[in-house]
């Protein structure tokens, strides 16, 4: 099992840049395809990225398409999420997930393929 811990949230004005990064804890991150999901007060948790075990593939959702970029250091055991160009839509907790399943080789693509989350980090953009 992977304990997932997010940081580098925060307030940031319109059309800047924040990264965020997830460091998990256990031997079996690597083998774990991951993601990004975020979730506003009152809706549903929305998918923002994934990722292969190896970093060699990745998925956007088309609102963050051009602007977000995930990565992932498997010598780390951490997953990042570059996010450029934020405008206040972006506004939200962003969590960091695991595949459902260690050993899975799709790269995630929606928020049921994730199965295990982090507790989320705040990420403000203002207008």
């Known amino acids: 099992q992977v304990h997932l811990v997010e940081s580098g949230g925060g307030l940031v004005q319109a059309g800047g840049s924040l990264k965020l990064s997830c460091a998990a804890s256990g031997r079996t991150f690597r083998h774990y395809a991951m993601g990004w999901s975020r979730q506003v007060p009152g809706k549903e948790r929305q998918f923002v990225a994934g990722?292969?075990?190896?970093?060699?593939?990745?998925y956007y959702a088309d609102s963050v398409k051009g602007r977000f970029t995930i990565s992932r250091d498997n010598a780390k055991n951490t997953v990042y999420l570059q996010m450029n160009s934020l405008n206040p839509e972006d506004t939200a907790v962003y969590y960091c997930a695991t595949a459902v399943a260690v050993g899975a080789v799709r790269v995630p693509e929606r928020i049921t393929d994730f199965g295990a989350w982090g507790r989320g980090t705040q990420v403000t953009v203002s207008s």
């Open positions: 990722i292969s075990r190896s970093g060699g593939g990745t």
